[in-house]
């Protein structure tokens, strides 16, 4: 017997960041959009644990117990008494180190696979407690729709969306360390008072409403001049997107992956044309959201 989960990648419309907190952690206000880029994680029984990848930059992705899957079988295991002997298959196709939480997903993947393989029928949230302790955005991996997300980003409010919003995203040619991003900001922020994070009522009230005009003029993130200071070059891919017609264009969570909100999926197709001709991307993606949270897809 196998169990396959689809999880998506995710998008942050606003991401507010307070200043750092005693335990090395950032308060946020993080408002997560889930969008149709997925993984898919496939959990076989095995003799010992065992993690596999294909799909584009498949081997950039660690195949040892320090992958978020692999650490998410060990956790539900340890909380039911069981060893977490399987074999973890994860189908990539969200973006590599790209601000767009594969590594999460993978985790949430991971662990609503293991539970309904195992049947260990763990309430969903014991689940969303053991994804909190992976990582800050391994439960909205698992929830999926739209959330805000305060504290690390862990603690989770499900949002109301009233449309279809449609993105492009831009990979970069090379990838940016989310601990080295969050130093930046606290080096360019030295010696300022950084607000408490809250969340933009505009920006829940666009989302509430589905209008992409309002949504546009209310995204922002806090780490895009923290992740343009160490990758410079993302600039040129911002204009790029924004020359070619998309509403806005922000660089996705840490980076380095940038994403342009567009009208519709025709807008889509062109700036996404416009972007590869620019030269200043690796390659890109269209999807369209909310999309929904961790779910068997087969068994």
Same mark, same amino acid.
């Given at each position: 017997m196998s169990v396959t989960v689809r999880v998506p990648a995710k998008v942050n419309v606003q991401l507010a960041v307070g200043a750092a907190r005693p335990d090395g952690f950032?308060?946020?206000?993080?408002?997560?959009?889930?969008? /149709?880029?997925?993984?898919?994680?496939?959990?076989?029984?095995?003799?010992?644990?065992?993690?596999?990848?294909? /799909?584009p930059d498949a081997d950039q992705v660690p195949l040892d117990r320090t992958n978020l899957a692999a650490r998410a079988a060990q956790a539900l295991a340890e909380r039911y008494g069981r060893s977490p002997d399987v074999h973890l298959h994860i189908a990539k196709d969200i973006p590599v180190a790209g601000g767009m939480a594969g590594g999460s997903a993978d985790g949430a993947g991971a662990l609503v696979a293991c539970d309904a393989l195992w049947q260990t029928g763990a309430p969903r949230d014991e689940l969303l407690e053991i994804c909190a302790e992976l990582g800050s955005d391994v439960p909205f991996s698992l929830?999926?729709?739209?959330?805000? /997300?305060?504290?690390?980003? !862990?603690?989770?409010?499900?949002?109301?969306?009233?449309?279809?919003?449609?993105?492009?995203?831009?990979?970069?040619?090379?990838g940016l360390s989310t601990p080295a991003v969050f130093r930046e900001f606290d080096r360019l922020g030295e010696g300022t008072d950084i607000p408490e994070p809250v969340a933009s009522g505009e920006l829940l009230a666009a989302l509430a409403k589905g209008d992409p005009d309002a949504l546009a003029a209310a995204v922002s993130n806090d780490l895009q001049p923290a992740a343009l200071s160490l990758f410079? !070059?993302?600039?040129?891919?911002?204009?790029?997107g924004r020359a070619a017609g998309a509403l806005t264009a922000l660089v996705s969570?840490? /980076?380095?992956t940038t994403a342009f909100l567009v009208r519709d999926p025709e807008s889509a197709a062109a700036v996404a044309q416009a972007l590869l001709a620019s030269g200043t991307c690796r390659t890109v993606r269209t999807a369209s959201g909310p999309a929904p949270g961790a779910t068997v897809a087969g068994r």
């Open positions: 950032h308060s946020l206000a993080n408002v997560f959009l889930a969008v /149709g880029l997925y993984d898919e994680i496939t959990v076989t029984p095995a003799d010992e644990l065992r993690v596999t990848c294909d /799909g929830v999926g729709g739209a959330a805000l /997300g305060i504290g690390r980003g !862990e603690q989770l409010t499900p949002l109301e969306v009233g449309g279809t919003f449609h993105w492009v995203f831009a990979m970069a040619r090379r410079p !070059e993302l600039a040129g891919t911002l204009a790029a969570g840490s /980076g380095p």
